[in-house]
């Protein structure tokens, strides 16, 4: 099945630009999405790109995504602290037996220090 | 619109009982997934219904077993519960195409004792 990894913490300075890193094993995924979670909450979805786009802006958000490399990454500028929280990388594929099925990465937690 | 909400929030359970959560998806999603949520093994799902079948399947036990509604509205039952089953259950909702976006509830968090 799918396999999504993702390093598990990240540290930004206030105003800096944060950059979220994501690799992937399946080459039929489909769909790539970023959720972010807080604390006590559950996702909320960010941002998506297609398998045939390398690149999608959306605001402070861009995604960025090797498809050779099998590697997607999330950029935000201008971090905030209301940035900080766990970032889920999640990618949709073929799971068999004509299903699809969201697999996530164990998510990476941005913190952001004033 | 409504997002999509879970019910109860939390729960407090003793092993050997068993458990029913629910979720109602937005307003004209008809697929519903479910989620358990732990900080040692991340986010696995468990299931997934669309039009009250049981469309794909997770690696979970029998014990984990859930159904869907003719208003798509979806239960998720664990029998026979094991200390390990203390988790956030997430439900998520969507359109129920192939390629979806999906939209998570808050949780419903479990613990077992």
């Known amino acids: 099945g799918e396999d999504v990894e993702q390093s598990l913490f990240l540290s930004v300075r206030e105003g800096d630009s944060s950059v979220i890193n994501c690799t992937y094993t399946?080459?039929?995924?489909?769909?790539l999405y970023w959720y972010k979670q807080e604390p006590g909450a559950g996702l909320q979805l960010l941002t998506y790109i297609f398998s045939n786009m390398d690149m999608k802006q959306d605001q402070r958000l861009t995604v960025l995504l090797n498809k050779k490399d099998k590697h997607l990454s999330l950029r935000i500028a201008d971090t905030q602290t209301g940035d900080s929280a766990i970032y889920f990388c999640a990618v949709f594929a073929y799971s068999g037996a004509g299903s699809y099925q969201l697999t996530f990465g164990k998510g990476t937690k941005l913190s952001v220090i004033p | 619109k409504a997002g999509v909400t879970q019910t109860p929030r939390y729960l407090i359970k003793t092993r050997g009982q068993q458990v029913t959560l629910s979720c109602s998806p937005i307003s004209g999603h008809r697929s519903v997934s479910w989620y358990q949520q732990t900080p040692g093994q991340g986010l696995q799902f468990l299931f997934e219904y669309f039009s009250e079948t049981q469309r794909n399947k997770g690696n979970f036990p029998g014990r984990f077993s859930g159904r869907q509604f003719s208003n798509s509205r979806s239960e998720m039952n664990v029998s026979t519960l094991e200390l390990g089953d203390s988790a956030l259950y997430l439900c998520a909702s969507s359109l129920g195409s192939s390629n979806e976006k999906l939209f998570f509830g808050s949780g419903t968090q479990l613990s077992v004792l």
């Open positions: 399946d080459s039929s995924s489909t769909y």
